[in-house]
T-cell receptor
C-alpha cells in the first residue's frame, strides 16, 4: 500500500470479546479515519481522529493515534456478530509534491465475529 | 437526506469496450472522489472533483477519466477496457474539498471479460 498497512490481515473472535486492529502509515497526516465495509459494499465511516488527538471514543469504538510511531489502533469492545466486516484506516496525506492531499486507505483487516 | 447513489450497480463488458459510471452525491456535497477496489491492490484513489474541477488524480493511466457537472453529479469513464479493470468502483462525496468524512456509495461492480 502507498500509505497504510493494517495488522492483522484477518481476525476471528467470539462474540463478546474485544477486537483490536492496528494501522501504520508512512507520512505525516492531518487526520486518520476508520471505515467499515461489509462484504463488497460501500464503506461506512466510523470515526475520525485528528493528528493532535491521542484517543477518541465512539460507542463501543476506541481509537488511538501515535503520530511519533505513525500508527493507530481501533478497539471494538464487546463485539457482536454484526461487527463482522472489513475495517480500513484512511489517512489524509500528500505523498508526492505535485499532488494535493489525498485519501489513502490501508490494506484492511477482515474481522469475523463468531456467535 | 438520500445517500450517495451509483449507477449501474453491476456491469459486464468485454475487453476493448468503454464504460461510463455515474455517481450522485449527497445533496449539498460538492466534492466527489472515485476509488477502485480490487482484491490485489485494495482501495486506490482515482480522482477527486470539486466544483466541476479535478483537484487530484491518482496513479492511473489516461484511459481513466472523469468529470463533474454543475449539480455535483459525477461520471467516470474507462476506455479500452482491460481484464485488470475488473473491480468495484466506489464513489464518495463530502461537503468540501478538505479530506473530512467521506460518504460512500454502494459501488459499481465491473466485470471485464
Amino acid at each position: 500500500s502507498q500509505q497504510g498497512e493494517e495488522d492483522p490481515q484477518a481476525l476471528s473472535i467470539q462474540e463478546g470479546e474485544n477486537a483490536t486492529m492496528n494501522c501504520s502509515y508512512k507520512t505525516s497526516i492531518n487526520n486518520l479515519q476508520w471505515y467499515r465495509q461489509n462484504s463488497g459494499r460501500g464503506l461506512v465511516h466510523l470515526i475520525l481522529i485528528r493528528s493532535n488527538e491521542r484517543e477518541k471514543h465512539s460507542g463501543r469504538l476506541r481509537v488511538t493515534l501515535d503520530t511519533s510511531k505513525k500508527s493507530s489502533s481501533l478497539l471494538i469492545t464487546a463485539s457482536r456478530a454484526a461487527d463482522t466486516a472489513s475495517y480500513f484506516c484512511a489517512t489524509d496525506a500528500r505523498l508526492r509534491s505535485n499532488t494535493g492531499n489525498q485519501f489513502y486507505f490501508g490494506t484492511g483487516t477482515s474481522l469475523t465475529v463468531i456467535p | 437526506k438520500a445517500g450517495v447513489t451509483q449507477t449501474p450497480r453491476y456491469l459486464i463488458k468485454t475487453r476493448g469496450q468503454q464504460v461510463t459510471l455515474s455517481c450522485s452525491p449527497i445533496s449539498g456535497h460538492r466534492s466527489v472522489s472515485w476509488y477502485q477496489q480490487t482484491p490485489g491492490q485494495g482501495l486506490q484513489f482515482l480522482f477527486e472533483y470539486f466544483s466541476e474541477t479535478q483537484r487530484n488524480k491518482g496513479n492511473f493511466p489516461g484511459r481513466f477519466s472523469g468529470r463533474q457537472f454543475s449539480n455535483s453529479r459525477s461520471e467516470m469513464n474507462v476506455s479500452t477496457l482491460e481484464l485488470g479493470d475488473s473491480a468495484l468502483y466506489l464513489c464518495a462525496s463530502s461537503l468540501g474539498p478538505t479530506k473530512e468524512t467521506q460518504y460512500f456509495g454502494p459501488g459499481t461492480r465491473l466485470l471485464v471479460l
